[in-house]
């Protein structure tokens, strides 16, 4: 998965998954597993409480603030993960839609 805006790598295609709230609700995150490894890598966390956004680490280091997704709680316990706006990433050279 790579960065719209700069094409830096932001995970591994096997660092990613897909989450399925509900039947029409899924979303793009990182395993929980491999999320320090990748924020540590290439997201920085900024906002607080429910307005916590993902941004670009690449991005941020070269003054462009390219904000990639959010961080959201998914799991019934409430952890939260970052989820990636379809059109902001790259997924194996496609950008992806909405629809898709």
Do not use: W
Request: glycine content about 8%; overall charge neutral; aromatic content about 8%.
């Amino acid at each position: 998965m790579d960065c719209s805006t700069c094409g830096v790598e932001l995970a591994e295609l096997e660092e990613i998954m897909f989450f399925c709230k509900e039947e029409k609700d899924v979303h793009m995150t990182i395993k929980p597993e491999d999320i320090s490894v990748v924020k540590k890598r290439s997201l920085v966390y900024q906002g607080e409480g429910k307005n916590i956004k993902v941004f670009c680490k690449p991005c941020l280091d070269t003054g462009q603030e390219t904000n990639i997704g959010k961080y959201l709680p998914f799991a019934p316990a409430g952890q939260s993960f970052p989820a990636f706006g379809t059109e902001k990433v790259v997924v194996l050279k496609t950008r992806l839609t909405k629809k898709d």
